[in-house]
């Protein structure tokens, strides 16, 4: 099975930036839409989703300040962080937005006020 591995975050200021990554061991194209996902305590919450074609959607919560990406040559999606608040502060995971695939490490995201 396809392997996710997610890198990038830190520990940033509010009002900084980050970029994440997520590295896939096969083809994502094959998987089609693909999804960030970040982990707070007690709450998972789909943020960002690409499809193939590169339509986007975005949580509310996000939108305007993060942009989602794919490059299918390379089998990575990123994840750009723009304007970063510290309720932004989460582990980030990317996955399948349909048929999950094993989940990664994450990426731990830390913003400080």
């Known amino acids: 099975q396809v392997q996710l591995v997610e890198s990038g975050g830190g520990l940033v200021q509010a009002g900084g930036s980050l970029r994440l990554s997520c590295a896939a061991s096969?083809?994502?194209?094959?998987?089609?839409?693909m999804g960030w996902y970040r982990q707070a305590p007690g709450k998972r919450e789909l943020i960002a989703t690409i499809?193939?074609?590169?339509?986007?959607v975005y949580a509310d919560s996000v939108k305007g300040r993060f942009t989602i990406s794919r490059d299918n040559g390379k089998n990575t999606v990123y994840l750009q962080m723009n304007s970063l608040k510290p309720e932004d502060t989460a582990v980030y995971y990317c996955?399948?937005?349909?048929?999950?695939?094993?989940w990664g490490q994450g990426t731990q995201v830390t913003v400080s006020s």
């Open positions: 996955n399948a937005v349909r048929d999950y695939l094993t």
């Open positions: 096969g083809s994502i194209f094959s998987i089609g839409a």
């Open positions: 499809t193939n074609s590169g339509s986007t």
